[in-house]
């Protein structure tokens, strides 16, 4: 097998195996304001159990929820089954400075949450026109439909409206060939059928095995140097800052040499070295430390205080940053 054949030193893992990027799913939520957002991702948190309070490795969130601010971050990960699925807000507001782009550039799925009473809303269309440009699978979920008004005759309308939406904003085929789901994120279940009252399993079940079903893992490579573009950046009286994004390529693990990277009209500069102190996978309030993380995963990591939003944090040999905005959509298959 590959793993028997890789040289020493070598990132390649065994399928199946903490590193290989199969087991991954990586999906944007996309949602107008009220239409549910919170309240879906603190269901599938708790029915993945990461609501068990745990060691936190982050002891500055109890001091900033202390404060009301969350930095609880817009990124998510999901035990579910043999997979692990990043979960990645978005913002329902205009743009500021290609926030939109770098959250469906990191990922291959979109779940679009939609009240069912309310049909699709202006806030999520702006969000939508990017994820689909970008060739993102979605997957809508019509949400609240235990409302006394929504029945299965409001569901196929909002479904129609929705397809058009898609069809507007230049969705391909593959892209309008969407799942619907059903649900209460308040009553915490999902069907895959209509239904008004919950399925016999009261939960999240069927909403995860469509996301693993039918968005497609990221196709990245292990054996390449490390990079990983950063989306997002917090502070952490602790650790100083905490660069989360996606491992483009290669394998980051504590204790490495890595350096922060930005392009500038001259070129790429190196802005930067360091060692990576900590590696955190995001679960709703809490961040559970890891060992490594591999192409195609979210992480979280601590140890290089200069490097911010579109800069990229690569290993030594790596002479060139990451473009800041994806621009070529990536190209996205099934197989
Ligand atoms: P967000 O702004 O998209 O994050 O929406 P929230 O999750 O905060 O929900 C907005 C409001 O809708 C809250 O009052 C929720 O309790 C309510 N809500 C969310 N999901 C459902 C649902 O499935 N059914 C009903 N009836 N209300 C819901």
Redesign the pocket.
């Known amino acids: 097998t590959a793993t028997a054949t890789a040289p020493v030193g070598s990132a390649a893992t065994a399928p199946g195996g903490a590193l290989d990027p199969g087991r991954l799913r990586n999906v944007a939520v996309i949602?107008?304001?009220?239409?549910?957002?919170?309240?879906?991702m603190d269901r599938l948190l708790r029915q993945c159990g990461a609501d068990i309070p745990h060691e936190r490795a982050l002891d500055s969130i109890d001091l900033e929820r202390e404060r009301g601010i969350t930095i609880a971050s817009k990124v998510t990960s999901i035990s579910w089954k043999d997979k692990e699925l990043n979960m990645v807000d978005t913002p329902g507001h205009a743009d500021f400075g290609g926030e939109v782009e770098r959250v469906v550039g990191m990922v291959e799925g979109a779940v679009l949450?939609v009240d069912a009473g309310e049909g699709p809303l202006a806030q999520t269309k702006f969000v939508l026109a990017k994820a689909l440009k970008y060739g993102l699978r979605p997957i809508l979920l019509l949400?609240?439909?235990?409302?006394p008004a929504v029945t299965e005759e409001r569901c196929n309308e909002v479904e129609s409206l929705v397809f058009d939406l898609f069809a507007n904003l230049g969705a391909s085929e593959e892209q309008l060939d969407f799942p619907v789901l059903y649900?209460?994120?308040?009553?915490g279940w999902a069907s895959s059928i209509y239904t008004k009252s919950p399925p016999d399993v009261k939960d999240m079940s069927q909403l995860l095995n469509a996301i693993v079903g039918h968005v497609p893992p990221p196709s990245a490579s292990l054996d390449a140097p490390f990079q990983m573009l950063v989306s997002m950046m917090e502070k952490d009286p602790y650790l100083g800052r905490v660069l989360t994004g996606r491992v483009t390529c290669g394998v980051v693990r504590v204790g490495d040499k890595v350096q922060g990277l930005k392009n500038t009209d001259n070129g790429t500069v190196k802005i930067e070295e360091g060692k990576v102190v900590k590696l955190m996978k995001k679960k709703g309030m809490r961040a559970d430390p890891v060992d490594s993380a591999g192409a195609g995963d979210i992480v979280s990591l601590a140890g290089l205080s200069s490097p911010t939003i579109g800069h990229t944090v690569a290993n030594a040999e790596v002479m060139t940053a990451l473009p800041t905005v994806v621009l070529d959509p990536p190209t996205i298959s099934m197989t």
Do not use: Q, W
């Not at 949602?31 to 879906?40: N, W």
């Not at 949400?143 to 409302?147: L, P, R, S, T």
């Not at 649900?183 to 009553?187: G, L, P, R, V």
């Open positions: 949602a107008h304001v009220d239409h549910g957002k919170t309240t879906l949450v949400n609240k439909v235990d409302k649900a209460s994120a308040k009553e």
